[in-house]
């Protein structure tokens, strides 16, 4: 799954690749490149589906992203809430965190979400043990992306009090441009 971002005419890509261990219930993925909202309601509805499909521990290879937005953040957090809750039932949830730069790993304190991970460091997923995921559905939409970033911030202002100084204007703007984009829909 590729998404372009371009920003001043320099366009930098996040890949996301998946492999699958069916036996073992473990799902890898590997994510290069800028993980920023342009690319999270893909992560978002891959996510999604492969916990629908029964699967309850992903490894996400952090070795080659270069960075994470607070979008990208609190999806992954609510992956890792709603594994360790899944965990907690039946011992099996978790998210690993893969060779975070120090930089993802000082933002994901920052908003207070390391619990939810384990972070560790090794050797990162080869790519020709993964398949590049193909969006099952059209390129996400403006109305998509600002829906997917107003919930992701959202949850990470719920499940850490600290972040609603941090993100409290953010949600407000999003929630502005959502209503502009549906009532410019209509």
Known sequence: MTSNVCKNGNCQTSNLMVAVAEGAGTVFVKISGRATCESGKNLKDLANQLTQRGYQQFVLDLTDCLIMDSTILGLVAGLGVKLAHSAAA?????????????????????????????????????ANQCRTVTPSAPAATREEIAQTSLDAHKFLMEINPDNVPKFKDVVRFLAEDLERLRTHKQ
Request: net charge negative; hydrophobic share 40%; charged share 15%.
């Open 90 to 126: 039946d011992g099996a949830g978790c998210v690993q965190l893969l060779n975070p730069s120090p930089r993802i790993t000082d933002l994901l304190e920052n908003l207070g979400v390391t619990q939810f991970f384990k972070i560790t460091n090794g050797a990162p997923v080869q």
